[in-house]
C-alpha cells in the first residue's frame, strides 16, 4: 500500500479524535498506522529531504489543516483534541473530509495567508 495523501488522513484522525481525549501527535501517527495496516517500508519511507518520514508528515498537515478549520485545537506542543464543530461534523458521518470541505469556513483564511486581524471570529 502507498502511504496515503494527507486529505485521506483527514477523517480517520478526526474519527481518531472523536473520543474526545486529548492525544499527542506520535499516538496518532501509530494508531493510524495500524489502522491503515501500513507494513515496515511504508511506515518508514521519508520524504525527498530525507529527513523525516512521509506517513508522519502526512498526518501532521491532516492535523494542521483540521486544526485550522476549527475541527481540532491545540492542548499542548504535538497535542490535540477535537473541538465541538469537529464533533458537529464527526455526527453529520461524511464520507470523506479533504481541503474542499475544510476550505468552507475557517481554512479559506489559512489558506489565503490572511494574518490573524482578518480571520473571521469563532
Given amino acids: ?3 496515503p495523501d494527507y486529505q485521506s488522513l ?10 474526545r481525549m486529548e ?3 506520535t499516538e496518532a501517527i501509530e494508531s493510524l498506522a495500524q489502522q491503515l495496516k501500513l507494513g515496515e517500508a511504508e511506515r518508514n519511507e521519508l520524504l ?3 529527513k523525516q518520514r512521509k506517513f508522519d508528515n502526512r498526518v501532521s498537515w491532516a492535523r494542521t489543516y483540521m486544526q485550522k478549520a476549527l475541527l481540532l485545537s491545540t ?5 490535540f483534541r477535537i473541538t465541538e464543530r469537529g464533533i458537529k461534523v464527526l455526527k453529520d458521518n461524511p464520507p470523506i473530509i ?5 476550505r468552507c ?15 473571521p471570529k469563532r
Fill in 105 to 119: 469556513d475557517g481554512l479559506w483564511w489559512f489558506t489565503k495567508r490572511c494574518w490573524p486581524s482578518c480571520w
Fill in 1 to 3: 500500500m502507498a502511504v
Fill in 48 to 50: 525527498p529531504s530525507g
Fill in 23 to 25: 492525544h499527542s501527535l
Fill in 75 to 79: 492542548t499542548g506542543r504535538s497535542r
Fill in 10 to 19: 483527514m477523517l480517520p484522525l478526526l474519527e481518531l479524535a472523536g473520543d
Fill in 98 to 102: 479533504n481541503g474542499r470541505f475544510t
